[in-house]
């Protein structure tokens, strides 16, 4: 059974940091692509990074570019999303999804339940 759970959000103030992790299982990341995405409150969710399943295709939205780093660790399974710099704006639900092989952020298959970053002093 294909599961996807984020962890690691919290309250963080302006300035921050905070690293994501989603633990994937049921399947191996050698085949699957592995999206981060955000919702924020009254907004459309948007996506904020990916990798794909070579590991070495990495893509970020400009809302993270130089802020925002993904990586994986094959063995653990689990794909992070480091995040410093942080703003009030990157308030949201951060959700990781999967799909086959490379990333697209309109076409993933699987998706977690997310978990939330709050930005704030």
């Known amino acids: 059974q294909v599961q996807l759970v984020e962890s690691g959000g919290d309250l963080v103030q302006p300035g921050g940091s905070l690293r994501l992790a989603c633990a994937a299982s049921g399947f191996s990341l050698d085949y699957f692509a592995i999206g981060w995405f955000r919702q924020a409150p009254g907004k459309e969710r948007e996506g904020v990074s990916c990798?794909?399943?070579?590991?070495?295709?990495?893509y970020y939205a400009d809302s993270g570019k130089g802020r925002f780093t993904t990586s994986r660790d094959t063995a653990k399974n689990t794909v992070y999303l480091q995040m410093i710099s942080l703003k009030p704006e990157d308030t949201a639900v951060y959700y990781c999804a999967a799909r086959t092989w490379a990333c697209s952020l309109g076409g993933m298959t699987y998706w977690g339940k997310g978990t939330l970053v709050t930005v704030s002093s």
């Open positions: 990798i794909d399943s070579s590991g070495r295709d990495i």
